[in-house]
């Protein structure tokens, strides 16, 4: 990997797990008042990135390209509002890890049940050593506590989930990542808007007020995280990026641990590495 891609994706890396410290900081908010702000305001900031893509592309989403999109909308929805909800009964040190590790354990067992991939030996040892790494984040005080990491678990299974079918949308559906992402983000706006204003319109005022800074940093590091590892794509193999952008399990250990403090920092790094390892063995299979 060239310097600049590998700077890239350790910048995205950074970003990705920046983001998942302000949704964690912003968890006693209303989710999803607070999913849905960050939509809007992720609308908002990137319309003239998306505009001025289209007048220079001129490449306008056709119908079916509307269709697919809204499948991966769907499934990120899922994921965004899951994930806060996860983030408000666990750590940001025991979500995070457990749900980047699972997503990709789950989508390589999708593509070998379902899309008659095989797997290798270093697919099925990935499978392991994520499975041992969310062993071990579980295990309190002598036992393994499921409960401890079963947030995390759900939102790996929509990350595995929306993990295969964007790859189908940029893939033999062709859709443009940009496109992609950004009308992801108005979709969820559009979607989620009835359901705030009909039942929660008195909470969106008090959210706004309390955690702006949050909601705009997460709006604009989503999508600068993404953005970045699409260009470390085009300067680097994707079985080189991929695994390597998966350090941010790492980094949001370290800010939950230190910037939040959440206990039991070393167990957790140890078996974050176990699960990054995994990751690492399933990208690279």
Request: with cysteine; proline share 5%.
């Amino acid at each position: 990997m060239s310097p600049w891609a590998l700077l890239l994706v350790l910048v995205a890396a950074f970003a990705h797990a920046t983001w998942n410290l302000l949704s964690k900081r912003s968890s006693q908010a209303d989710g999803v008042v607070f999913v849905w702000l960050v939509a809007v305001a992720g609308a908002a900031l990137w319309a003239p990135l998306f505009a001025g893509y289209l007048v220079v592309t001129g490449d306008v989403p056709s119908w079916t390209d509307l269709a697919v999109i809204c499948g991966s909308m769907t499934l990120h929805l899922g994921y965004f509002l899951l994930l806060q909800r996860g983030y408000g009964t666990g750590d940001l040190s025991m979500v995070y890890p457990v749900a980047r590790g699972t997503g990709p354990m789950l989508a390589s067992l999708v593509a070998v049940l379902f899309l008659g991939e095989r797997p290798s030996v270093a697919n099925v040892a990935g499978i392991v050593l994520v499975g041992v790494g969310v062993f071990l984040l579980g295990r309190g005080a002598g036992r393994a506590d499921l409960r401890s990491v079963a947030p995390g678990l759900v939102v790996g299974l929509f990350i595995a989930a929306y993990t295969v079918w964007d790859s189908q949308v940029v893939g033999p559906f062709a859709v443009a990542p940009l496109t992609l992402i950004y009308l992801g983000e108005v979709g969820r706006a559009l979607v989620l808007a009835p359901v705030v204003l009909a039942t929660r319109r008195e909470l969106v005022a008090p959210v706004w007020r309390e955690h702006r800074w949050r909601i705009a940093g997460a709006a604009v590091l989503i999508f600068v995280s993404y953005l970045l590892v699409l260009v470390a794509f085009t300067m680097a193999p994707v079985t080189v990026v991929a695994p390597a952008r998966e350090i941010s399990v790492l980094i949001a250990v370290v800010l939950g641990g230190r910037l939040l403090a959440e206990g039991d920092l070393s167990r957790r790094l140890l078996a974050s590495g176990v699960i990054l390892g995994g990751v690492v063995a399933i990208a690279l299979s």
